[in-house]
Nanobody, 124 residues
Framework: QVQLVESGGGLVQAGGSLRLSCAAS????????MGWFRQAPGKEREFVAT????????DYADPVKGRFTITRDNAKNTVYLQMNSLKPEDTAVYYC?????????????????WGQGTQVTVSS
């Protein structure tokens, strides 16, 4: 069983930055892609960013491209999401997830383990 624990969420003003972390229990973290998703009230969970197991291949949703950066440290079993130039529409619960595959993927069906989520609120 893989456990994922997110941290780093909070309240920030528009234009500000936050860095989310996702710590994974030992296991197969380093040989799987990882991803970040978010869900706003009344909306479906949506893809934010993904990174392959090596850390060199990334993909971003269009709304966050150029503002968010996903990285990973396999030695620490941790994946990060650096969020800059935050906007009120970025407000959501952010979830990290472990993929079933090694390549980066934006599809929910390709993920098998999820964290509990961390709230990000951006005020205008």
């Amino acid at each position: 069983q893989v456990q994922l624990v997110e941290s780093g969420g909070g309240l920030v003003q528009a234009g500000g930055s936050l860095r989310l972390s996702c710590a994974a229990s030992a296991g197969t973290f380093s040989i799987r892609a990882m991803g970040w998703f978010r869900q706003a009230p009344g909306k479906e969970r949506e893809f934010v960013a993904t990174i392959n197991w090596v850390g060199g291949g990334t993909d971003y949703a269009d709304p966050v491209k150029g503002r968010f950066t996903i990285t990973r440290d396999n030695a620490k079993n941790t994946v990060y999401l650096q969020m800059n130039s935050l906007k009120p529409e970025d407000t959501a619960v952010y979830y990290c997830a472990r993929a079933k595959v090694v390549s980066s993927t934006r599809f929910v069906v390709n993920y098998d383990y999820w964290g509990q989520g961390t709230q990000v609120t951006v005020s205008s």
